[in-house]
């Protein structure tokens, strides 16, 4: 389908079902007092201090790993080292290393939407050069064994859904992925990058099945279906403008983290000029995105010190923070 | 060809991984390596009887016994041919094959199509029912239809075949090859990717057109800076299926990193010297 045509095509399909959606599952509100915590970490640059600030801000979040199965799970999408395009592997290597500290016992995971070859990606985006035996520790999630899940209510026109076994069974999911603007959606953080843990052995690539059934619904789907997780993203170098692929780099210097996927995206939209509420996938996923972004406490930073605006393509000027 | 022979589960199918649990797609492509190589009878016959018991009643295969659902991987498996697969099996492929068209495509698509003024072009292959076209999933088809078509090409095996050229043809990104299959993404243009373009050059074989030259002159450019095994492969593939590979091109120096690049890269390797098993 040409990109017009499947643009078109895609927007109409998602808009219908995404209200279907809305129709079939419940918006989950979450507690109103329940505290959520998220940490923003000045890093203006990838350097050696991510190392000491992954631990102190995993020290914060007082996560209980030892002996546990961690799943490190970045975002790889396409063969550009030098583009702000996937996860910046120091982050994850420091990230190994802080959750190896605590005792867990961590792997590194992804299944890339558009391009097969995940391992030669890793090593041309310097996985394999910055992570000693990345291939040891590495799975395709894309190739995995699978394992059906169905999905309690959901969003999208999806009953159930062929997920990574290894996303699936692990303790704890930590979505590392890069702070972007996305062409169809506004913008993709943690919840997005779950995309990853879908087999494409099983949907191809790209996994069209996400499309189809409505790409805001699918993200509020699995933010759901796989609720053991934990956010780091990687705002540092992100993406602005037509991201997720073809954006210019962006330079935020933040690192945003924290257990609950959907409060470190709102934190995210914030720190990038998005307005929260009016991202599609948030609001299905949580109902009421005020008062999940009022249940916020942000621990190092304020939003508005790391404050920085991401350009918008103009079909995405709606979402601009006011 | 050791180590695809050394990595066959005792299941009788491949993983994609060494030790991992068997799938159809790294399955048919051994399957092809080693039968176009005229490899050990054993493999193949366990192999081929993992795929026999693998196939879905509707025809098609799933891409491993686990899930339910007949997708792309029939094309691949179907690439294996009567003999290897016998009479009906095949058969029941290629019907389940030639039925599937992507969901744009559909009746109440173009009505939405008719309506909006977008109508879409010819139809090609999802990678599951009930998605969109795409241009692996279109080409690996058309390589599987090709191969029934010798043997008895009935009119909508010849129709479907014209359309999925079609497809690839207008689905080619602007800078001369091919991605995934969406050229464009919010009218902005798209970069083609080498893998995707081998494997369309490929299915495209015997086709003559500005693009295709345009196409191979793409990859060309491509194959001397790959970065995968993958892509070397198909590279190679599609640029002999033109005629368009250099003659002096090195030989694959990436390594395959899965079962089915492994499989691929003794392919491309085999068709370079003389025997095609996509085209054959």
Redesign the interface.
């Known amino acids: ?9 895609l927007t ?1 399909s998602a808009a219908g079902l995404a209200l279907a959606g809305c129709s079939r599952g419940r918006a989950r509100r979450p507690p109103a007092q329940r505290e959520r915590l998220v940490s923003i970490v000045r890093q203006p640059d990838y350097s050696q201090d991510l190392y000491g600030e992954l631990r102190r801000v995993l020290a914060e979040h007082r996560l209980n790993v030892r002996g546990k199965r961690v799943l490190l799970k970045p975002n790889l999408v396409e ?1 550009e080292p030098d583009s702000p395009i996937n996860t910046h592997p120091l982050l994850v290597h420091a990230a190994l290393e802080a959750f190896r500290e605590l005792g867990a016992e961590v792997s590194i995971g992804e299944g890339p939407g ?4 995940t ?3 890793a ?2 985006a310097g996985y394999f050069a910055t992570i000693p035996r990345f291939e040891e520790s590495f799975t ?1 999630l894309n ?4 394992t ?1 899940v169905r999905l309690a209510r959901p969003h999208s026109r999806l009953q159930s859904i ?1 997920l990574s076994q290894r996303a699936v069974s692990c303790d704890l999911l930590v979505s590392m992925p890069k702070m972007k603007t996305h ?1 169809w959606v506004g913008a993709t953080l943690s919840m997005k990058n779950l995309f990853g843990t879908v ?1 494409g ?6 996994k ?2 996400l ?2 059934a409505g790409i805001p619904g699918c993200i509020a789907d699995l933010y759901h279906a796989l609720p053991r997780h934990f956010a780091i993203v990687d705002g540092i170098v992100g993406m602005e403008g ?1 991201g997720p ?2 954006g210019t780099p962006k330079r935020s210097g933040v690192v945003v983290a924290g257990r609950d996927l959907a409060a470190v995206d709102v934190s995210c939209c914030e720190i990038m000029s998005i307005d929260p509420r009016r991202i599609e996938y948030l609001k299905l996923a949580v109902g009421d995105v005020e008062a999940l972004a009022r249940s916020i406490r942000q621990i190092g930073e304020r939003v508005e010190s790391v404050r920085t605006r991401f350009a918008l ?1 103009p ?1 995405w000027s709606g979402i601009r923070l006011s | 060809m050791v180590s695809l022979l050394e990595s066959q589960n005792p299941d009788g199918g491949w993983p994609y991984q060494r030790g991992g649990p068997s799938w159809t797609e790294p399955t048919a492509y051994a399957l092809l390596a080693l039968v176009a190589q005229g490899s050990a009878a054993e493999p193949v016959e366990k192999g081929l009887r993992w795929l026999h018991d693998a196939q879905l009643p509707d025809g098609g295969w799933p891409p491993q016994p686990a899930v339910r659902q007949s997708t792309w991987v029939t094309a691949i498996a179907a690439l294996l041919g009567p003999a290897a697969l016998g009479g009906d099996a095949y058969r029941r492929g290629i019907v389940w094959i030639v039925e599937q068209t992507g969901e744009e495509t559909k009746f109440l698509s173009r009505v939405r199509q008719f309506l909006t003024g977008n109508p879409q072009g010819d139809p090609g292959w999802p990678w599951l029912p009930g998605t969109s076209a795409w241009v692996t999933p279109t080409a690996l088809s058309m390589l599987a239809l090709r191969k029934a078509a010798r043997g008895a090409g009935s009119p909508p095996i010849l129709a479907r075949l014209e359309m999925g050229a079609a497809y690839l043809l207008a689905h080619a990104c602007s800078d001369g090859g091919w991605n995934h299959g969406a050229a464009r993404a919010l009218d902005y243009d798209a970069r083609s990717y080498p893998e995707t373009t081998g494997v369309a050059l490929l299915a495209l074989s015997g086709k003559e057109s500005p693009r295709i030259r345009k196409a191979c002159a793409w990859a060309q450019a491509q194959l001397r800076r790959c970065r995968a095994s993958e892509a070397e492969s198909w590279l190679r593939l599609g640029l002999l299926a033109h005629g368009q590979l250099p003659p002096n091109t090195p030989s694959p120096g990436r390594p395959p990193r899965t079962i089915q690049n492994a499989a691929l890269a003794l392919l491309a390797s085999t068709a370079v010297a003389g025997r095609n098993a996509f085209l054959e």
């Open positions: 389908m040409a990109g017009l045509n499947r643009r078109e095509f109409g063969f558009h391009r097969r070859n391992l030669d990606m090593e041309a395709d190739l995995d064994q699978v059906e062929y062409h087999s052995g099983v949907y191809g690539w790209p069209n099945i499309h189809c037509n692929i073809q393509l079909e």
